[in-house]
């Protein structure tokens, strides 16, 4: 807005003018120069006046009717007034321009974003519309709130009391599309279809569909094509009636394949749940369905259906796969067995079958089907093509078996009745299948034993526990299983080890290492019957917990437990001096052997030393005898019990002897101390001990050392002294005796090699001989075989022809044979040809005769017999229809010689008729 008081407007110009005094604002519009009253002041402008290209419009705001410059005008608030292509024009004052920025706010109003172009509406599409105010155009009257649409090709032309919502384009549904709409408000679609508000319902016609002013695109869906492969699985979300007339209730779900429809369309009411893919089940291979649906198509909860391949199908809605996975048969061989268990009651028919032999006949009589039932029912001589046998134990040494079939003898051929828990077996070689009332507990293999081998086995139902041993393949049978056997983990070291336990400076220990099992080095199956290969000359004592006894095995020997059986385990002293449980064994050694040990005894003369002692062992007993044999276990630890009693005996021997006349006599002192005398003065050799039946039958001294340290050193120089001169006389005997010795050797070896040279000249002389002999060999040896090989030779090729010419003429036989074989069945075939075909003309003319007759005496039966009377008194010309009535010409037929007149047969016809 200007400042001055005076404006120059230009063509096309306008400006506002407020009176002050009136307070009434005036337009002024160029080309004309405006000069300002005192109470007078601008308004707006100067603003340039709206220019409206054809094709484009505008909308005014508050529009003023009746202007008269000067004077109160009337403004039409909050109406508006559209203006189209026409002559420049300007704004009122109060007027506003609809897109433009208000003038009032200072600068030009953007008049470019307030002319707005006409809206164009393109074939096909449309222009939803609102009426703001009740109004009427040439579609009728409107009211407000109302919208319709207007459909292309056109061009609207806007009017202020109606609201243009926005251009509606339509949707292109090519083959195999589907549009789905809903009704925003109840009213009568263009098929005169009336919709209800939310309403949803499809268009499946190709081409451009445009949407109706209450349709809403939901949503645009295109054809599931179904294969044989895939099918859907369809959920109702509502109760309708789907396209087959079918009524699904609301949630209810069904499977749609390629074998109702190949193309499936989407369905108001009806969603699409999954896809469901056909299983194939190949031979071999079966499925467990759960909740299969009826004959009336809906699911048997809980129920469960067996398929068997080869075989393909789709499972139902509601239908699942048992384990969610297809199973293979359980193939068995002859080694192979699995224990089932029935899960439901139902009749078990399954049996064996074995074939045996296919190409042995016997003579006598040919039986087809043979049902024998008693086992000491015995057949010689008989042809036997199916054979059943009831109990298996009926041997048959005689009969040729085509076929055999192994039945349990509870069956009878009818089937066994199994309860829920029912346990049994099924053995191979077969192909087995399980039915949905049974369980496949486990699949057994037949468990080889070699000799030596076995296995614990524990009978479920008994709960028994007995040992399987080899050499054999063993099969468990429905109620046993592996028994596993446990062993204290002391004997499962001792068993690894041998038998043997201890610290590895004992001798003793050496003893167990042959006894050593590689396998138990691995790890021992405890399902494996416990073996221990018992040293020789070894005794090994085991104890039965159930039966309360026990038994001794002695080397070398196996042992093998029993379920209830375990090792007596002896913990014997060892060392030097013997220490109590140093060593743990499983074995006792009968011996003869030695006991080592380190005892101290002290003289009468308080001088004490330190004895190492070994004494030979070995046990006395009788085997047979249980209680001899139990008797050398009646100690456990025999080598401690021998060491005390014997050191007991010795110290209180050396007690009353002074050192010197014990080193003088320790040996003889030592013996009697252990074996005593007798009353002549003998030792009483050898020592038994009761307890056990031990028996000591020497001692050896190996060592005496005296405890005092001063006393071993002086003791030890008078032995070295004692030592020196004793070797010194050895060292000159030895070299005395060396010297001969090799004197007579040297003699010897001058000997034998005269020997040597007189043997190789005779080895030479026999070479000459013999070379000699080859020579001549070779000579005479080339002629005589090629000689020989050319006999050979000519021999093989006349058998050869001989055996070709044989064969030929059975070739030629064979041949000459096939020939009138084949000519024979071709005359064969020709006479039954033709005595069919003779066969079939006579029927045939015998059903026409059957015919003639039957057409002949219907003819009759319709005249009635009252009738053909009648028509036979009549005259001649009667007769004729009558005969032609009956299909007889009135034709005079003669055999060449007598006339026969059909009237005549015709009226004996008649009479005879008449007469029956």
């Known amino acids: 807005m200007s400042k001055n008081n005076v404006v120059g407007l230009k063509l096309y110009q306008f400006v506002h003018v407020l009176d002050v005094t009136t307070n009434i604002t005036r337009i002024e519009i160029g080309p004309q120069t405006i000069v300002l009253k005192t109470n007078e002041s601008f308004v707006a402008g100067p603003l340039p006046m709206i220019v409206i290209a054809p094709g484009y419009y505008c909308v005014v705001h508050n529009p003023v009717s009746n202007y008269v410059p000067g004077q109160a005008c009337e403004i039409r608030f909050g109406e508006k007034a559209v203006h189209f292509h026409e002559d420049p024009f300007p704004l009122y004052p109060g007027e506003v321009l609809e897109g433009a920025s208000d003038y009032l706010t200072g600068g030009l109003p953007d008049y470019k974003r307030a002319i707005k172009k006409l809206p164009v509406v393109p074939d096909n599409h449309g222009i939803k519309l609102k009426a703001l105010l009740d109004c009427e155009d040439e579609n009728g009257k409107h009211q407000a709130g109302e919208e319709w649409q207007l459909n292309g090709p056109r061009t609207y032309i806007p009017r202020p009391e109606v609201e243009v919502q926005g251009i509606v384009n339509p949707t292109v549904l090519k083959e195999g599309e589907a549009l789905r709409l809903r009704a ?46 895939i099918g859907l699985n369809l959920r109702a979300t509502q109760t309708v009636k789907d396209r087959y007339g079918i009524t699904r209730l609301a949630g209810e779900e069904w499977l749609l394949t390629s074998e109702t429809t190949d193309e499936y369309y989407p369905e108001i009411g009806v969603e699409v749940a999954s896809k469901a893919k056909k299983l194939v089940l190949t031979k071999g291979q079966y499925c467990v369905v759960e909740n299969p649906l009826d004959k009336s198509g809906r699911p048997q909860l809980g129920k469960l259906e067996l398929r068997i391949g080869c075989s393909s199908f789709f499972l139902h809605p509601g239908e699942r796969l048992q384990g969610g996975n297809v199973k293979s048969s359980y193939v068995l061989s002859d080694q192979q067995a699995i224990v089932l268990q029935a899960v439901n009651q139902f009749k ?20 087809t089907l043979l049902f024998i039932i008693d086992k000491d029912t015995m057949f010689k001589g ?33 089937g066994k009745n199994r309860l829920p828990g029912d346990t049994w077996m099924i053995r191979g070689p077969i192909d087995y299948i399980p ?42 049978t429905a109620h046993e299983e592996l028994w596993e056997k446990k062993l204290d983990s002391n004997i499962e070291t001792l068993l690894k080890q041998g038998g043997g336990d201890g610290s590895g400076d004992i001798r003793k220990i050496a003893y167990f290492e042959q006894s050593i099992d590689p396998q138990m080095l691995k790890g021992r199956d405890k399902t494996r019957v416990i073996t221990y290969r018992c040293p020789g000359n070894t005794a090994v004592q085991v104890y039965n917990y159930l039966e309360k006894t026990a038994r001794v095995v002695f080397g070398p020997d196996l042992v093998i437990l029993g379920p209830h059986e375990n090792f007596n385990v002896l913990s014997l002293s060892a060392g030097k001096p013997k220490k109590c449980d140093a060593m743990r064994s499983l074995c006792l050694m009968l011996g003869p052997d030695f006991i080592t040990d380190i005892i101290e005894v002290e003289t009468s003369d308080h001088a004490r030393l330190r004895l190492q002692l070994a004494f030979n062992n070995h046990f006395e007993y009788e085997k047979g005898d249980v209680e001899s044999e139990a008797k ?8 401690g019990f021998a060491c005390r009693k014997i050191g007991g005996r010795i110290r209180a021997q050396v007690a009353h002897v002074p050192f010197d006349e014990f080193h003088k006599h320790s040996a003889m002192i030592i013996q009697t101390a252990v074996f005593g005398v007798d009353q002549e003065g003998n030792l009483n050799i050898p020592l038994t001990f009761e307890a056990n039946n031990l028996v000591i039958s020497s001692v050896d001294i190996q060592s005496i050392e005296p405890v005092d340290a001063k006393m071993r050193d002086s003791l030890s120089k008078s032995v070295q002294l ?48 013999l070379q000699a002999i080859t020579a001549a060999v070779e000579s005479t040896g080339q002629a005589k075989a090629e000689s020989q090989a050319q006999a050979e030779r000519m021999l093989i090729e006349c058998e050869s022809e001989i055996e070709s010419a044989k064969l030929k003429a059975e070739a030629e036989e064979i041949e000459h044979l096939a020939k009138l074989e084949t000519q024979g069945l071709l005359r064969a075939q020709e006479l039954s040809y033709q005595r069919e075909l003779n066969r079939m003309e006579l029927d045939l003319e015998k059903g026409r005769a059957d015919i003639e007759v039957n057409k002949f005496k219907s003819m009759v039966e319709t005249l009635g017999r009252k009738t053909i009377e009648t028509m036979s008194i009549a005259g001649p010309k009667a007769q004729t229809n009558l005969l032609k009535g009956l299909g007889l010409q009135s034709v005079l037929v003669t055999d060449g010689t007598t006339p026969i007149n059909l009237f005549d047969t015709a ?9 029956q």
């Open 632 to 639: 050398i276990f009646s100690v456990g630890d025999f080598i």
């Open 907 to 915: 009226h004996g016809l008649i009479g005879s008729k008449g007469g």
């Open 348 to 367: 078990d028919t399954m049996f064996k079958v074995f074939i045996i032999d296919k190409d042995t006949v016997f003579k006598g009589l040919s039986i």
């Open 184 to 229: 925003k408000q109840g009213f009568i679609d263009r098929y005169d279809n009336e919709r209800v508000t939310d309403e949803e319902w499809f268009i499946c016609e190709q081409g451009s569909y445009l949407p109706d002013v209450y349709e809403e695109v939901v949503e645009l869906l295109k054809k599931i094509t179904l294969t044989p492969e």
């Open 382 to 414: 008989l042809s036997i093509t199916l054979l059943f046998i009831i109990d298996k134990d009926i041997m048959f040494k005689v009969l040729s078996i085509t076929l055999l079939f192994i039945i349990d003898k509870d069956t009878m051929f009818k």
């Open 435 to 476: 039915p949905v009332e049974v369980q496949v507990v486990k699949q057994r293999d037949q468990i080889p034993l070699s000799k030596n081998e076995g296995i614990y086995i524990q009978n479920k139902q008994t709960g028994k526990v007995r040992a399987i041993m080899g050499p054999k393949s063993y099969m468990l």
């Open 722 to 769: 004692a030592i020196e001169i004793s070797t010194k006389s050895i060292e000159a005997s030895a070299s005395h005796e060396a010297s001969r010795n090799e004197q007579i050797a040297k003699g010897q070896l001058e000997r034998q090699k005269l020997l040597n040279e007189m043997d190789s000249e005779k080895e030479k002389t026999k070479l000459l001989e």
